[in-house]
């Protein structure tokens, strides 16, 4: 099951193929499948292409967090 990770401002964002959601952990953790310091989960509905759709995701999260938005996990990646 190929899955990007992209590590960014003290967070993993992992997003598997086919899985249709980013998950975000406090924390780095490498190659790691297990939900351990689980912070949010992403309900992007599309499946990734490349990393840069992972990236995408990771910015527009942590904006959302910046900016004390709520319900950050309803935004589709096709609103990015």
């Known amino acids: 099951?190929?899955?990007?990770?992209?590590?960014?401002?003290?967070?993993?964002?992992?997003?598997?193929?086919?899985?249709?959601?980013?998950?975000?952990?406090?924390?780095?953790h490498l190659a790691s499948y297990a939900n351990t310091f689980l912070v949010d989960v992403i309900d992007v509905g599309a499946d990734w292409e490349d990393d840069n759709d992972l990236v995408r995701v990771t910015h527009w999260w942590l904006r959302q967090q910046w900016r004390g938005t709520e319900n950050t996990a309803r935004c589709p990646v096709t609103a990015l």
């Open 1 to 28: 099951m190929p899955t990007a990770w992209h590590h960014y401002a003290g967070y993993t964002f992992r997003w598997g193929r086919g899985d249709h959601t980013v998950t975000v952990h406090q924390g780095r």
